[in-house]
């Protein structure tokens, strides 16, 4: 399986939509909203398989200092590939020497990151107004 990996914030609305929703990702549902979220993230890495979106990670950023990863997906059948890892790593590369690189993961993705370098930030809780009920 050739994975192709791409730097660009211009992705096709219907290949977008097929991955979120194949993770149950609200975001799907706020198409509109998602794809200019995706525009102007301060960067956005894609992996493909054969011309279809298999993965997707994107970084808001400061510019200088701070790096915060808000979407990191890989579609279901293509998990355990290393194709997260591999968009992490490109993610992470793009932003070496920053003072912190910021993220929030859900339980089951926590070995995941932790296998990325990162680790629980202190003694800090992770608190978030959300407008949604997905999360408990």
Known sequence: MRVRYRVTKSLPKSEVLRLYRSVQWSAARKPDRL??????????????????????????????????????????????RGIGRELMKRLMKRYRGFHQHILI?????????????????GKTDPM????GREHG
């Open 105 to 121: 993961a859900e339980a089951e993705a926590i070995s995941f990151y932790r296998k990325c370098g990162f680790k629980r930030a």
């Open 35 to 80: 794809m200019r979220a995706l525009k102007r993230s301060h960067c956005v890495v894609s992996a493909w398989v054969k011309g279809s979106l298999v993965g997707l990670g994107n970084a808001l950023s400061d510019g200088s200092l701070v790096v915060y990863y808000p979407h990191m997906l890989v579609l279901p059948e293509f998990q355990g």
């Open 128 to 131: 978030w107004v959300f407008k």
